[in-house]
């Protein structure tokens, strides 16, 4: 979505796109590759290796599944799940790297890489830090970014001219304050698929894009009741 900070879809009648996190070596992507429209690759800094990756964008060229480069900070112990203090530099060449080496390997598998989302605590920093946020874009080019609604990220990218989407996660609690609940606190994590699906039917209207998070139980069997319910719904789904 273009423009100002209203959310996205709305305009558009009723489409929305379905993404999920693969290539983190503990999802089953071909499982999720067959429900989702877009999906979130690691890019060997929290997860992933240049052969996971080569075999998702292999399987997301044959599916028209469409291909973001999920940049992390560079924390395979803590699967990218925690804040670190890394100078903008820096960060700015991690993530070059990073996206660089996605598309390079997408490009050879016949694809490529359609925009942005940082993971894990890298997401939730550069929704709130103007410096990180700045970094994260300087090293991703001219990619679309795709971020929770209001993420200071996408305010950055829209004065750049890039083009954003705004994300919603069925499978997560809110806070008051539409920020994602830190992971163990109750309610945080929402693992029963019927919650999951109330969630997403609830969230679809107002984001271009639902997120559900390919590392839980039942991911796949999640995806597929969501995809079911958005469809009988109305929505058409596909790519943001």
Not at 177 to 183: F, I, K, W, Y
Not at 192 to 212: F, G, Q, R, W, Y
Request: glycine share 12%; aromatic share 4%.
């Amino acid at each position: 979505m273009d423009g100002d900070d209203s959310l996205g879809g709305v305009e558009q009648g009723r489409r929305v796109d379905l993404n999920a996190d693969l290539g983190e070596e503990i999802t089953d992507d071909r499982g999720l590759l067959a429900v989702v429209t877009s999906a979130n690759v690691a890019c060997g800094y929290h997860a992933g290796s240049r052969e996971v990756m080569t075999a998702v964008c292999a399987e997301a060229a044959i599916r028209g599944v469409a291909v973001g480069a999920q940049v992390s900070y560079a924390d395979r112990e803590n699967f990218g799940r925690v804040a670190l203090d890394v100078p903008a530099r820096v960060l700015t060449e991690q993530v070059a790297d990073q996206v660089g080496t996605l598309q390079q390997i997408a490009v050879a598998e016949g694809t490529h890489v359609r925009y942005l989302k940082p993971h894990g605590a890298l997401y939730h920093r550069v929704a709130i830090d103007e410096d990180q946020a700045g970094a994260v874009l300087a090293g991703s080019g001219e990619l679309p970014v795709l971020g929770m609604p209001g993420a200071v990220i996408l305010k950055l990218a829209r004065g750049l001219g890039r083009r954003t989407g705004h994300e919603g996660f069925p499978d997560r609690g809110y806070t008051d304050l539409g920020t994602l609940m830190p992971r163990g606190e109750p309610g945080a994590l929402i693992e029963t698929t019927p919650e999951i699906v109330t969630a997403a039917l609830a969230l679809a209207d107002s984001v271009d894009s639902v997120c559900l998070h390919g590392d839980t139980a039942d991911a796949v069997a999640h995806a597929h009741a969501v995809r079911r319910a958005l469809s009988d719904a109305g929505f058409a789904l596909e790519p943001w």
